[in-house]
């Protein structure tokens, strides 16, 4: 059975423009650690950091609880590159609660926009 589902769509020069002049503690506040080494490794850093918003926002969406922390949702590959959602902290005891469904993740972006979908299940 579906709980949950949430998507999300950003422009990526919005990104840029909100997150560019900040420090990496402030953007510590939104990403994790792995998530802005991942990013500022590639040319595309801007891309891939909003892509890693959307799945935040749209995590957070299908979830549906206003308690969550945007870096307590991280976004991580599997050795075959496969992307996943792993929870973390009062994020986690929430997705616990809920009797840790499923979490489907479908994410996309071109120089100009990235997007995401989450789907959580319960079988």
Not at 13 to 34: D, G, N, V, Y
Not at 101 to 113: G, K, L, N, Q, V
Request: glycine content about 4%; proline content about 2%.
């Amino acid at each position: 059975m579906i709980i949950g589902i949430g998507t999300d769509i950003v422009d990526v020069a919005r990104i840029k423009k909100l997150f560019s002049s900040h420090s990496r503690q402030k953007l510590l506040r939104i990403f994790t650690q792995e998530e802005l080494d991942y990013s500022f490794q590639s040319k595309n850093v801007w891309e891939r950091l909003a892509v890693r918003f959307c799945v935040k926002e749209a995590t957070y969406k299908a979830l549906r609880s206003g308690v969550l922390r945007l870096n307590e949702i991280e976004v991580t590959h599997d050795t075959s590159g496969k992307p996943n959602v792993q929870l973390h902290g009062v994020t986690h005891e929430f997705w616990c609660n809920l009797g840790m469904p499923d979490i489907f993740i479908s994410f996309a972006h071109t120089r100009e926009y990235a997007s995401a979908v989450i789907v959580l299940e319960k079988i």
